[in-house]
């Protein structure tokens, strides 16, 4: 019997779902909750940044000045492509995807 490591198991990299809510309802309030509260990679050192971006796919929305002041501090070309991606009056959602390091 032969016994893979378990690094050899994992992806090579990291998949992020990024949701944007430009309608003008929480999707999460019909459940008594004000976003998702499920970190999206089980890893304790990128679970503030997951649940902080869960955050612009439950509250509506205004424009593109809120998503830049909600990611105040994150890379510009992240932040940059989030405003490019947002539509309001609609629910956008796209993936990220980065490589993991050691």
């Known amino acids: 019997m032969t016994v893979k490591p378990v690094a050899a198991t994992e992806p ?14 929480n999707p999460f309030h019909q459940f008594g909750l004000t976003q998702n509260p499920f970190p999206q990679l089980g890893r304790m050192e990128f679970d503030r940044y997951t649940l902080h971006l869960a955050k612009l796919g439950a509250d509506p929305i205004p424009d593109t000045d809120y998503i830049r002041n909600h990611l105040r501090g994150w890379d510009p070309e992240f932040v940059d492509g989030c405003c490019a991606r947002f539509k309001k009056g609609e629910m956008v959602t796209f993936f990220i995807h980065w490589p993991r390091t050691a």
């Open 12 to 25: 090579s990299t990291w998949t992020l779902r990024v949701d944007l809510n430009g309608t003008d309802t």
